[in-house]
């Protein structure tokens, strides 16, 4: 068992000390391109879109008259009688909601 652990250990130290395989030059030198090249790519620009004042005005107002109707929609359901209409209108609520954020945030 012993000359076994030592066998193994010897090998791993040996393996430490060989010499290792040289990178060819040519690898060293495309990575030298990639770098150069990497540093000559000027930054990213982000462009703004438009927006349309008028549209966001409109999607605002739809959203808060479907936001307002939300509550009494909510006590109907609290007392048995489930609108319709209701998830329709939640999920307006969320798609409206995210176009709104992110055309103010863009």
């Known amino acids: 068992m012993k000359l076994t652990a030592m066998l193994v250990v010897l090998l791993f130290f040996g393996e430490l000390g060989a010499p290792q395989k040289p990178i060819r030059p040519g690898i060293r030198e495309a990575d030298k391109v990639e770098a150069e090249s990497e540093r000559n790519l000027p930054p990213p620009t982000l462009q703004r879109t438009a927006v ?8 605002a107002d739809e959203l808060a008259a ?39 945030t863009r």
Not at 52 to 59: M, S, V, Y
Not at 79 to 96: A, C, S, T, W
């Open 52 to 59: 349309d004042p008028a549209k966001l005005k409109l999607e």
């Open 66 to 104: 479907l936001a307002a109707s939300i509550p009494p929609a909510v006590d109907q359901a609290n007392h048995g009688i489930l609108p319709n209409d209701l998830p329709e209108k939640l999920k307006r609520v969320e798609k409206l909601a995210k176009r709104l954020r992110g055309d103010l």
